[in-house]
C-alpha cells in the first residue's frame, strides 16, 4: 500500500475516532459513537498490516498472537458484570501501558528495525520519545493495576498514606526527568531500565493513598495516561493513527479528570500527584456512637410512594451489585400509570466509574429525559415528597457539607436529606466505599430498607 493512500485512509480512522468520542458524550448517541470507533479501529489495523509490504516468516506469530489475545479480551467483555466494569477498564489500561513499555524495550534494544539508528547510535528525538512513552507506559500499567487491586477488593480501597510521602513522589519525578536526560547523552541500557524501574515505583506511589471515594476519577486519570503513553510509542513507531488515537484518548480523559474534579471540588493537580482526600479513617468509625434508625418494609415504602406526587430515584452502586435496574424500571412505570411523577439523580461519581449509573438505567431502557445529573436536579429535592435511594451511599452523605475532617468533605453531594421521606434500601448500615458512616441513615425522615436491593424492588413494585 502506498505511503499516501495508507496516510488517509489513518486520517479517515483519526476523523472516526473523533466522531466515536463524540458520539460517547451522551446515552442517546453512545451506540453510533461505539460503532463509529469500531470502524475506526477496524481501518487503522487493516492499514497498518498492509503498509508493512514485505511479509516475513515471523509475520504468522503477529496474526496468531492477535487472534489469541482478540479471542481473550471478546470472551472477558461478554461474560464481565456490569459491577465488575471498573476493574476491567483498569485491567485493560494496564496493559496498554504494559504494550507501551514493551515497544519501548523493543525499540532500545533493536532500534535498527525500526529505522531508528544503531544501538548507542539512536536519534535523538526518537530517543526522547521512547523514553517518555516507557515512563507514561509503566506509570500506567503500575498505577492501573493497584486500582484494579482496590476495586476487586484484594486490596483495601482506604488511602495508604506514609511520613514524607508526597516528598519522595517529588524527588522520583525529578529522578526520572534527570535519567531521561543523562539516557539522551549516554545511551546506556543501565539508564533505561532504571528509568522503567523508577516509573514503575512511582506509579504504585500515586494510587495507593487515593481513596475510595475517588476511585472514578483516577480512572478517567490513568486512561489519559495510556493514551499519552500510545501517542508516546506512536511516534516511536512512526505511525500516525496511533498518535492520533492516544492523543484523543489522553487529551479526552484529562479533560474528563479536569471535569470530575470540578464536579467533586477536588484539585486537578493532587489528582496527578495522588493523595488528595486522603485521612486517617479509622479512629472515626471505631469511635462512632451507635445511633437509633427507623427501618421499614415493602409495604411501608409502597404506601409512602402511593401517597407522593413526585418521587426522585438516586441509584448506586448497591444497584448495580443487585442488578435491580430492571426491577426499579419496572416499578417506576408502576408508579407512573398511579399519575406519581418521576425522574432520575445522577451524582458524577455514583458507582466506580464515570458514566457507571447512565450506562445501567440506559441497558434498562430508562428514558433519557427523566434521568439528571446533580446540579440540575439537586434543588429540586426540597420540593419532592420521596426519595428513593438504591445502593448509593457517599454520594448522599451530607457531612461532605459539615465536616472538614472528613475525606469527602466538600465534594458536592445530592441533597436527599431535604425530602419530606427518604426510602434508604441497603443491606446494612456499613459504610460506603469512602469508608466513613452516612448521617443521612439517621435522620428524622429516613426510612431504612434492610434488604437486597432487587428483591425490595420487587416487593415494592407488588405492594403498589
Given at each position: 500500500m502506498s505511503a499516501n493512500l495508507s496516510a488517509i485512509l489513518y486520517l479517515v480512522s483519526g476523523v472516526l475516532f473523533i466522531l466515536a468520542l463524540r458520539g460517547l458524550s451522551s446515552p442517546e448517541t453512545s451506540r453510533q459513537g461505539n460503532l463509529f470507533g469500531i470502524i475506526g479501529m477496524v481501518i487503522a489495523v487493516v492499514v497498518t498490516f498492509l503498509s508493512v509490504g514485505n511479509f516475513s516468516s515471523g509475520f504468522i506469530y503477529v496474526l496468531i498472537f492477535l487472534a489469541v489475545g482478540g479471542s481473550i479480551g471478546a470472551f472477558i467483555a461478554y461474560r464481565i458484570p456490569m459491577t465488575a466494569m471498573p476493574e476491567l477498564v483498569a485491567g485493560f489500561h494496564s496493559l496498554v501501558g504494559l504494550a507501551a513499555v514493551f515497544v519501548a524495550i523493543s525499540a532500545f534494544m533493536n532500534p535498527a528495525a525500526f529505522n531508528l539508528g544503531t544501538p548507542g547510535n539512536i536519534k535523538l528525538a526518537s530517543l526522547i520519545e521512547m523514553a517518555i512513552g516507557a515512563a507514561v507506559g509503566a506509570i500506567t500499567f503500575s498505577g492501573s493495576v493497584i486500582a484494579f487491586l482496590k476495586l476487586q477488593g484484594i486490596m483495601s480501597g482506604a488511602p495508604i498514606t506514609f511520613k514524607g510521602q508526597h516528598l519522595l513522589n517529588a524527588l522520583l519525578l525529578i529522578?526520572?526527568?534527570?535519567?531521561?536526560?543523562?539516557?539522551?547523552?549516554?545511551?546506556?541500557?543501565?539508564?533505561?531500565?532504571t528509568l522503567i524501574a523508577v516509573s514503575f515505583l512511582i506509579g504504585f506511589l500515586i494510587i495507593i493513598p487515593i481513596g475510595g471515594a475517588d476511585m472514578p476519577v483516577v480512572i478517567s486519570m490513568l486512561n489519559s495516561y495510556s493514551g499519552w503513553a500510545a501517542a508516546g510509542i506512536g511516534f516511536t513507531l512512526e505511525n500516525?493513527?496511533?498518535?492520533?488515537?492516544?492523543?484523543?484518548?489522553?487529551?479526552?480523559?484529562?479533560?474528563?479528570?479536569?471535569?470530575?474534579?470540578?464536579?467533586?471540588n477536588r484539585s486537578f493537580f493532587n489528582v496527578i500527584l495522588g493523595g488528595f482526600g486522603a485521612t486517617d479513617q479509622t479512629s472515626e468509625n471505631q469511635n462512632k456512637e451507635q445511633r437509633p434508625v427507623k427501618s421499614g418494609n415493602a409495604d411501608d415504602a409502597a404506601f409512602l410512594m402511593k401517597n407522593a406526587s413526585s418521587v426522585i430515584i438516586v441509584p448506586g452502586y448497591g444497584m448495580a451489585v443487585a442488578q435491580a435496574q430492571h426491577a426499579l424500571r419496572e416499578m417506576v412505570d408502576t408508579l407512573k400509570k398511579n399519575d406519581i411523577k418521576v425522574s432520575y439523580a445522577i451524582h458524577p461519581v455514583a458507582g466506580r466509574m464515570p458514566g457507571h449509573m447512565n450506562v445501567l438505567l440506559a441497558e434498562a431502557n430508562v428514558p433519557y429525559d427523566e434521568v439528571f445529573e446533580l446540579e440540575e436536579i439537586n434543588n429540586d429535592f426540597a420540593n419532592a415528597d420521596v426519595a428513593f435511594v438504591i445502593g448509593a451511599n457517599d454520594v448522599t452523605n451530607p457531612v461532605a457539607k459539615t465536616d472538614p475532617q472528613s475525606p469527602i468533605y466538600g465534594m458536592p453531594v445530592l441533597d436527599v436529606e431535604k425530602c419530606k421521606s427518604v426510602l434508604f434500601v441497603k443491606r446494612s448500615l456499613s459504610p460506603g466505599y469512602a469508608g466513613i458512616d452516612n448521617d443521612l441513615f439517621y435522620k428524622e425522615n429516613t426510612l431504612m430498607l434492610f434488604a437486597d436491593a432487587k428483591k425490595m424492588t420487587e416487593d415494592i413494585t407488588k405492594n403498589l
Open positions: 529522578l526520572i526527568v534527570i535519567l531521561t536526560i543523562y539516557l539522551c547523552s549516554t545511551q546506556s541500557s543501565n539508564l533505561f531500565w500516525t493513527a496511533l498518535i492520533i488515537t492516544g492523543a484523543l484518548v489522553g487529551s479526552s480523559g484529562a479533560i474528563l479528570s479536569y471535569i470530575m474534579c470540578k464536579g467533586m
